[in-house]
């Protein structure tokens, strides 16, 4: 049956937040390319095309203007338009707007969240400045990266050091700045976590939320306020002929450089110069070595130790997938059998299928869930969060179906990565 990718509404993507896009708004199309998992996928990606985490049999999907049929055609890619979105007025939000799209939070208010949740229960949360947004330091605008820490607090906990009393949950949103589901759901995270039986929990389990992980990519998208800008990367460098900045979900080093990356500085999967090059990558790897214990030694196909405890989940928008290491190829890791378990063990909560990026979209390298596992051991997994038609699917569905349709399946995913914390191996 043929999938529709609905709501793909968006503009040329801007070069500053402040400021409408120079030739003003523009159509959006959505192709579908013949593009089966192996060569012809890696191809795709490795052209620099804006491939959505989606499949459909033997087809991916190409995110474009007008002019991108034709250099796919160029390129040797036959093509169809799945959707073509006409462009929408631009109305760009009040810079004092808590909101945008019909309820999806800044920026600004997601930080102004987290230090009123730590105010309201410091028996349970502390926040903490894990680092500074690229913008930030260049002296332009910019945030604090910040993540909350919740548990019932004893001596030890919320602690940065990996020798914590507590297993821990880590889970973190908008990587891509465009997947606006994801930091909606750790908005509903941290306060079900505060105010439910959840807190249950929380007696034996520590929970780490960073509910922005790419702060200015999320400026550029919240700009457009009703109009969001489908912006993925950071904010970091200029590109004349596309979106600036890099996919910090290549830019990590596990791999980089590797499959499923580009070193054009337009494209959408633009690894940076080199790995690790960018602050929000570097401040979330010190972070997470901060965290957790080391147990795994170097190699493609070393085991971490079985006394591993932790969870790391990265949420990201969409197609309903649960992915896990490694992505950079479909060899299998020293840790498969459990990854496979646990993934599979979140999937049943949701419909969501689960295995290796390579096995079920196309290889990708750089990506944060590698880096975690590759360099400490623990367990990590990507949520692509949604399915890809109606109105509740794609990039930006309805702000009603976070409450309805994904909250209720991500939070008994939640539950699930919180209980296979404490011996995920």
Not at 5 to 29: E, I, N
Not at 58 to 66: C, E, N, P, Q
Not at 74 to 94: L, N, Y
Not at 232 to 239: F, P, S, V
Request: glycine fraction near 10%; include cysteine.
């Amino acid at each position: 049956m043929r999938t529709v990718l609905a709501l793909l509404a968006g503009l040329a993507l801007l070069l500053h937040p402040a400021a409408a896009p120079a030739d003003g708004p523009q159509a959006t199309y959505v192709l579908r390319v013949p593009a089966p998992i192996g060569d012809s996928a890696q191809r795709l990606l490795g052209l620099g095309y804006d491939v959505v985490e989606q499949r459909d049999g033997t087809d991916l999907f190409v995110i474009g203007d007008a002019h991108t049929a034709d250099r796919l055609r160029a390129d040797g890619f036959q093509s169809t338009v799945e959707t073509r979105t006409p462009p929408s007025p631009w109305a760009p939000r009040s810079v004092g707007d808590a909101t945008y799209y019909g309820g999806y939070h800044t920026v600004t208010a997601h930080l102004a969240h987290l230090d009123e949740v730590a105010a309201k229960h410091p028996d349970l949360a502390t926040v903490v400045d894990y680092g500074d947004s690229w913008r930030k330091t260049q002296g332009d605008g910019g945030h604090d990266l910040k993540a909350i820490c919740i548990t019932r607090k004893s001596p030890g906990d919320c602690a940065l050091t990996p020798t914590a009393p507590k297993p821990r949950l880590f889970v973190m949103g908008q990587l891509h700045a465009r997947e606006i589901t994801t930091g909606d759901m750790a908005w509903r995270f941290i306060d079900d976590l505060v105010a439910s039986d959840l807190t249950a929990m929380l007696d034996t389990v520590e929970v780490w939320v960073v509910p922005i992980a790419n702060p200015d990519g999320v400026d550029i998208v919240e700009s457009g306020g009703d109009t969001p800008v489908l912006h993925r990367k950071n904010a970091q460098g200029t590109c004349s002929a596309g979106p600036r900045g890099v996919d910090l979900n290549r830019n990590a080093g596990s791999h980089w450089g590797e499959a499923g990356s580009s070193s054009n500085k337009c494209s959408e999967v633009y690894r940076g110069p080199r790995a690790d090059s960018e602050v929000e990558t570097q401040a979330l790897q010190a972070l997470w070595r901060n965290l957790y214990r080391d147990t795994r030694a170097p190699g493609d196909t070393a085991s971490a130790t079985p006394d591993t405890t932790g969870v790391v989940i990265s949420m990201h928008s969409y197609g309903n997938y649960v992915l896990f290491p490694w992505g950079w190829s479909t060899q299998k890791t020293g840790n498969d059998a459990a990854l496979r378990k646990i993934a599979n063990d979140m999937a049943a909560q949701s419909g969501y299928r689960a295995g290796q990026p390579g096995e079920l979209l196309y290889n990708a390298a750089g990506a944060t869930d590698d880096w975690v596992y590759d360099d400490l051991g623990v367990p990590s997994f990507v949520w692509e969060i949604g399915a890809s038609s109606g109105s509740c699917g794609g990039f930006l569905p309805l702000y009603s179906c976070q409450r309805d349709v994904h909250w209720p399946k991500v939070r008994s995913m939640l539950i699930s990565a919180m209980k296979a914390t404490h011996k995920p191996y």
